[in-house]
């Protein structure tokens, strides 16, 4: 067991955490970076690929995350560490209406390459 702090930007370990606790805990952070990296980038603030904007706002569709909404909720970040720990562990993730979060996985480290 564990949890993400967001004011201390913070993953707080408790007595019965295990491995998948770390990832679990880590993308709450990862999708609230992804977020501000997107907001910026709708103000212009910052300059993101194309093909990056488009597979973000899929993401985001699947998760129900309105683009006009202030912050993530907790209900949303949710639902992407779960499924970010499903996929790492192998547990599940091959569901079609997942597909939009799989691709997305795939994509990201495709960028990272070039």
Known sequence: MGWYDPELQAIVLGKTWNETTIVHEFHHRYLEKIWGIYKQAQAGQKVVNQA????????????????????????????????????????????????????????????YKS
């Not at 209900?75 to 499924?83: D, K, L, N, V």
């Open 52 to 111: 990056w904007i488009e597979e973000t706002e899929k993401l985001f569709e699947m998760l129900g995350i309105d683009l006009s909404q202030d912050q993530i909720t907790v209900e949303q970040q949710e639902q992407f560490a779960s499924m970010v720990e499903a996929y790492i562990t192998g547990l599940g993730v091959e569901k079609p209406e997942t597909q939009a979060f799989t691709d997305f996985l795939n994509w990201v480290p495709e960028k």
